[in-house]
């Protein structure tokens, strides 16, 4: 830490330094703001308080040098499983879902949206149990299911699909809950969809749609054109489970459709929702998503997934620029769930903050069936700040070097 005191004069006390942290040097790329350039970027009281070429390092308590890195803003996850700690065995309201803290920070995501974890009956368990104690800014999809996404036959319950109990719990929470959610119906009725837009709509809230199981009775071009309204989100958009993309890579006429019609499409790549053999035809059609989430929870953390910037590197690996996957990744994500003050650098907004480093080499990367698709850049995180704290810093570049503390120097306190 570098800490500089000036103007000082004998007897008075030493001014203060405009800033407290600066990020000096890296390559800022804040798809709202148009800035694709080097700049250096102050923070004060956990906001961003300057965004320039050059700024002064003796105005800030603590400068670090990111020159040769990427500063974004913090990555926004709208399609995570995060509702754990309920000990119930095969459930994304339980076991199958991860808490956010050791998977955030360390791949500069700030903020996560839960997609269906709880619903109107158990959202203020999750709110108790994940919400207000982890670090990372969690937001939920609400699932229309009251029970939420707890599996077997509480998915299929169509007497548990209410939507004015949903709205209901959607407008307590205003802000916290971002969204309707419906996933993972088996049958062939609409029900689950229209009860959906129905308590998205007595919300004002999107709606996040899982399609769950194909049926000739409701074709995916229905759910796009007509069942969906301009601003709902249809997520795992290169499954290939629900016609997306037909052999040999011919697209639904219906994503064309639902995009004119103001759908969003959002990746949700997941531990079964991501195949090359949808997204490369698609990427060719120029067919991009509109936002990229990986769909986070036990199953596909370790697999062809991984993590939020491996799912932002194979969209490299397909050939698209660097700024449209940030873009993918903080402010498109932010504005499909109504939080304009996240996803961007502006003077004045929340100071979180990903610092990451491009590498270039020889890496593959894999589908949920397995197959692997080679590519040239692969994205690593450097540095997260969260509200203006350092919550990351995989080479300690915002410390001191230990030969210039004092000989019995300690721990210093937690940051929590």
Same mark, same amino acid.
């Given at each position: 830490?570098?800490?500089?005191?000036?103007?000082?004069?004998?007897?008075?006390?030493?001014?203060?330094?405009a800033y407290d942290v600066l990020l000096r040097g890296g390559h800022v790329?804040?798809?709202?703001?148009?800035?694709?350039?080097?700049?250096?970027?102050?923070?004060?009281?956990?906001?961003?308080?300057?965004?320039?070429?050059?700024?002064?390092?003796?105005?800030?308590?603590?400068?670090?040098?990111?020159?040769?890195?990427?500063?974004?803003?913090?990555?926004?996850?709208?399609?995570?499983?995060?509702?754990?700690?309920?000990?119930?065995?095969?459930?994304?309201?339980?076991?199958?879902?991860?808490?956010?803290?050791?998977?955030?920070? @360390? !791949?500069? *995501?700030?903020?996560?949206?839960?997609?269906? /974890?709880? &619903?109107? $009956?158990?959202?203020?368990?999750?709110? =108790?149990?994940?919400?207000?104690?982890? @670090? !990372?800014? *969690?937001?939920?999809?609400?699932?229309?299911? /009251?029970? &939420?996404? $707890?599996?077997?036959?509480?998915?299929? =319950?169509?007497?548990?699909?209410?939507?004015?109990?949903?709205?209901?719990?959607?407008?307590?929470?205003? /802000?916290?809950?971002?969204?309707?959610?419906?996933?993972?119906?088996?049958?062939?009725?609409?029900?689950?969809?229209?009860?959906?837009?129905?308590?998205?709509?007595?919300?004002?809230?999107?709606?996040?749609?899982?399609?769950?199981?194909?049926?000739?009775?409701?074709?995916?071009?229905?759910?796009?054109?007509?069942?969906?309204?301009?601003?709902?989100?249809?997520?795992?958009?290169?499954?290939?489970l629900r016609h997306e993309v037909d052999p040999p890579g011919r697209l639904?006429?219906?994503?064309?459709?639902?995009?004119?019609?103001?759908?969003?499409?959002?990746?949700?790549?997941?531990?079964?929702?991501?195949?090359?053999?949808?997204?490369?035809?698609?990427?060719?059609?120029?067919?991009?998503?509109?936002?990229?989430?990986?769909?986070?929870?036990?199953?596909?953390?370790?697999?062809?997934?991984?993590?939020?910037?491996?799912?932002?590197?194979?969209?490299?690996?397909?050939?698209?620029?660097?700024?449209?996957?940030?873009?993918?990744?903080t402010w498109n994500p932010a504005r499909e769930i109504k939080q304009d003050?996240?996803?961007?650098?502006?003077?004045?907004?929340?100071?979180?903050?990903?610092?990451?480093?491009?590498?270039?080499?020889?890496?593959?990367?894999?589908?949920?069936?397995?197959?692997?698709?080679?590519?040239?850049?692969?994205?690593?995180?450097?540095?997260?700040?969260?509200?203006?704290?350092?919550?990351?810093?995989?080479?300690?570049?915002?410390?001191?070097?230990?030969?210039?503390?004092?000989?019995?120097?300690?721990?210093?306190?937690?940051?929590?």
């Open positions: 830490m570098f800490v500089f005191v000036f103007g000082a004069t004998a007897g008075a006390q030493p001014a203060q330094p790329i804040d798809p709202r703001n148009q800035i694709d350039a080097v700049r250096d970027v102050a923070i004060k009281d956990g906001k961003v308080a300057s965004v320039a070429p050059r700024i002064d390092p003796k105005q800030s308590s603590l400068v670090v040098d990111v020159s040769g890195l990427y500063v974004t803003p913090g990555l926004v996850d709208i399609h995570t499983h995060v509702y754990a700690g309920t000990g119930e065995k095969r459930s994304y309201a339980g076991d199958n879902s991860v808490y956010p803290d050791g998977f955030t920070f @360390r !791949t500069g *995501v700030t903020t996560v949206a839960d997609a269906g /974890g709880s &619903g109107w $009956r158990n959202f203020e368990d999750f709110n =108790d149990r994940v919400i207000t104690r982890v @670090r !990372t800014r *969690v937001l939920a999809f609400l699932n229309i299911v /009251g029970h &939420g996404m $707890r599996g077997g036959t509480f998915e299929q =319950d169509l007497t548990d699909m209410e939507a004015a109990p949903a709205a209901e719990m959607a407008r307590k929470y205003r /802000g916290t809950i971002v969204g309707i959610k419906t996933a993972h119906y088996a049958g062939p009725e609409w029900t689950p969809v229209e009860h959906a837009v129905e308590a998205g709509t007595l919300a004002d809230v999107p709606v996040m749609v899982d399609f769950g199981t194909d049926h000739a009775e409701r074709p995916l071009a229905e759910l796009l054109t007509h069942k969906l309204r301009p601003g709902d989100i249809y997520t795992h958009v290169f499954s290939g639904n006429q219906g994503l064309w459709d639902g995009r004119k019609r103001g759908v969003i499409f959002d990746v949700g790549h997941g531990g079964g929702s991501f195949l090359w053999r949808v997204a490369v035809p698609a990427m060719q059609a120029k067919f991009y998503p509109d936002s990229i989430s990986t769909d986070l929870h036990v199953a596909s953390m370790n697999a062809g997934m991984k993590d939020m910037l491996n799912v932002m590197s194979k969209f490299l690996a397909l050939n698209m620029p660097l700024g449209d996957v940030v873009l993918r990744s003050g996240l996803g961007h650098l502006s003077i004045g907004a929340v100071a979180d903050i990903a610092v990451l480093r491009l590498d270039r080499g020889d890496y593959g990367f894999v589908d949920v069936n397995g197959a692997r698709f080679r590519g040239t850049e692969r994205l690593a995180c450097e540095l997260t700040l969260k509200d203006g704290k350092i919550v990351y810093d995989l080479n300690g570049r915002s410390s001191p070097d230990w030969k210039t503390l004092p000989v019995d120097y300690g721990p210093v306190q937690s940051p929590r």
